[in-house]
């Protein structure tokens, strides 16, 4: 049996673009996804941290050190230049990987630069 697990995710991230008319996807920063580990035309979940909205679409390559977030096709009409969005990746883990797997979290500033990485949320207090 296999466990749906957070892979890794980009907290907070400001989407830099909107293209209604490209093929579809989200353009995201190389360095981005090297830092989190997401690979090109991999399942991703976007949370709109802005509107609320949340959906699912893939990750293509934006230019190194471009620092775009690119929403792009159907996808650009849940999102605006300038919201903050959480960018999501699952995978499915089998009890032995499960042991040991911490997730890839990398947080950025405003301008999608890398601020600092993580393996573990905080736990919240209420």
Do not use: W
Not at 12 to 41: F, H, K, N, P
Not at 55 to 81: L, P
């Amino acid at each position: 049996m296999f466990t749906t697990m957070l892979k890794t995710k980009i907290h907070r991230a400001t989407v830099t673009q909107v293209e209604l008319d490209y093929e579809g996807s989200c353009a995201i920063d190389d360095d981005l996804l090297e830092a989190s580990g997401i690979r090109e035309y991999e399942q991703i979940q976007i949370y709109n941290i802005t509107s609320g909205e949340r959906f699912t679409t893939y990750a293509i390559r934006a230019a190194r050190g471009s620092k775009t977030i690119s929403i792009n096709g159907a996808a650009a009409h849940r999102a605006d230049v300038g919201d903050k969005i959480i960018i999501a990746a699952f995978a499915g883990l089998d009890a032995a990987e499960l042991a040991t797997f911490k997730p890839k979290l990398v947080y950025v500033d405003d301008d999608n630069n890398i601020s600092h990485t993580n393996q573990d949320i905080p736990v919240q207090v209420a």
